[in-house]
């Protein structure tokens, strides 16, 4: 892999993870390389398994189908594990005497 490819998978990853962060109903991660690190894994898998003739156009040496695809497979996973780890406390509604 192409220095210039790196960093171009990784300022891509980094955005597009913002993106999907966003627009899922979790919460962005407060380490900027957290952001990144599970989209690029995303992008480096489908780039791996998507077969030749799914590829699409190409970018900086980048498919812009497994890009889109694999970033929002590795948000998705992200996502799912740390609401696992992390689930939300449930709020149940207080039951509280009224003075009389």
Do not use: C, N, Q
Request: proline share 7%; aromatic share 12%.
């Amino acid at each position: 892999m192409e220095l210039g490819t790196f960093l171009l998978l990784s300022a891509f990853a980094y955005g597009i993870g913002i993106f999907w962060y966003d627009l899922l109903p979790g919460k962005l991660a407060e380490r900027p390389w957290r952001v990144a690190a599970y989209p690029s894994v995303g992008i480096v898998l489908a780039e791996a398994m998507t077969r030749a003739d799914w590829l699409g156009p190409a970018f900086g040496g980048l498919h812009v189908v497994p890009l889109l695809v694999g970033s929002l497979f590795g948000v998705v996973v992200d996502w799912l594990v740390t609401s696992s780890r992390h689930p939300a406390a449930i709020v149940a509604p207080e039951l509280h005497a009224r003075a009389a």
